[in-house]
């Protein structure tokens, strides 16, 4: 019989790989705590420590993307003003 494949959320691997972080159990008692097996432990903390570092440039990349929006807001409302006055203009 065939076994289905478990998924895991990211909450599950957070709290699995800070539990591992933390190194108060060995990984053979945190898999079998978890029911999980070791390797699939190291796995997500090897991920987790290479992406740890992208935790805090996002907030950057949402400040620049918000001042190119608001420049591009300001450009659409100057273009609508310059519409309108041309639609004012021409139709008289």
């Known amino acids: 019989m065939k076994r289905t494949r478990r998924k895991f959320s990211s909450k599950f691997k957070t709290k699995v790989v800070l ?35 992208k935790t805090f440039e996002v907030k950057n990349e949402k400040d620049e993307s918000k001042v190119e929006n608001d420049k591009l807001y300001s450009k659409i409302g100057q273009l609508q003003v310059e519409i309108d006055f041309l639609k004012q203009v021409l139709g008289k």
Do not use: D, M, V, Y
């Not at 539990?19 to 190291?42: D, G, M, P, V, Y």
């Open 19 to 53: 539990e591992a972080l933390k190194e108060r159990s060995t990984l053979q008692e945190l898999a079998s705590k978890f029911e999980i097996h070791a390797n699939q432990i190291t796995t997500w903390k090897k991920e987790f420590l290479e992406n740890a570092s």
